[in-house]
């Protein structure tokens, strides 16, 4: 994958392994689900809270390892807080995630 796509994997409220990615855009990430391996990946049109959290642990991850610069976490974080306002700030500390 180039720098610009994220991946990890998470599982669903019904108990099924997805298989996310979020690719970098511009100023904008687009994310992408799919169940298996062979499965068409599907554009997510309004990412949960979770996908955006685990976007930002691997963007601080990355940063650490100098894959990324740091202006991006900060660029992530007031996207986080603009589409979901009630989050708790703890829930942005780096390591927070553990999903």
Not at 39 to 53: G, Y
């Amino acid at each position: 994958m180039p720098k610009a796509e994220i991946s990890w994997k998470r599982t669903s409220l019904e108990g099924e392994t997805l298989q996310c990615y979020a690719q970098h855009v511009g100023k904008r990430w687009i994310f992408y689900r799919r169940e298996k391996r062979f499965d068409k990946w599907i554009e997510v049109a309004i990412p949960p809270l979770e996908d955006w959290l685990a976007l930002l642990d691997s963007v601080q991850r990355r940063i650490n390892r100098q894959l990324l610069p740091p202006e991006v976490e900060g660029r992530v974080r007031k996207i986080i807080m603009e589409r979901f306002p009630e989050t708790e700030k703890t829930k942005l500390e780096p390591g927070s995630y553990l999903g």
